[in-house]
């Protein structure tokens, strides 16, 4: 099994910053994807940001140069920092990691750590 933990959520006003971090833990052999998603009340979960191995990443466009995703392979672990945050990134933040278990593949979520952004 793999479990993802997250941390580093809480409340900030508009124009703050928070930074979370995900560690992974379990029987993996390689963590291929890491990545943060995040779900807002009454809607569907989107994706905030990806990095690979290789430390390639991607955006969505709503966090696009507020955001940085980066990752610790040492640690197995997955960061988020979000500077100039606004009311509308008030979320439940979750971490996914994909790759590769002692076994088989696997596609795992963290328990998500909430985000609120008061204005």
């Known amino acids: 099994q793999v479990h993802l933990v997250e941390s580093g959520g809480g409340l900030v006003q508009a124009g703050g910053s928070l930074r979370l971090s995900c560690v992974v833990s379990?029987?993996?052999?390689?963590?291929?994807?890491m990545a943060w998603y995040r779900q807002a009340p009454g809607k569907q979960r989107d994706l905030v940001a990806t990095i690979t191995s290789g430390h390639s990443t991607n955006y969505a466009d709503s966090v696009k140069g507020r955001f940085t995703i980066s990752r610790d392979n040492a640690k197995n672990t997955v960061y988020l920092q979000m500077n100039s945050l606004k009311p509308e990134d008030t979320a439940v933040y979750y971490c996914n990691a994909q790759g590769r278990g002692y076994y088989s593949d696997y596609a795992s979520w963290g328990q998500g750590t909430q985000v609120t952004v008061s204005s």
């Open positions: 379990g029987s993996i052999n390689v963590i291929h994807i």
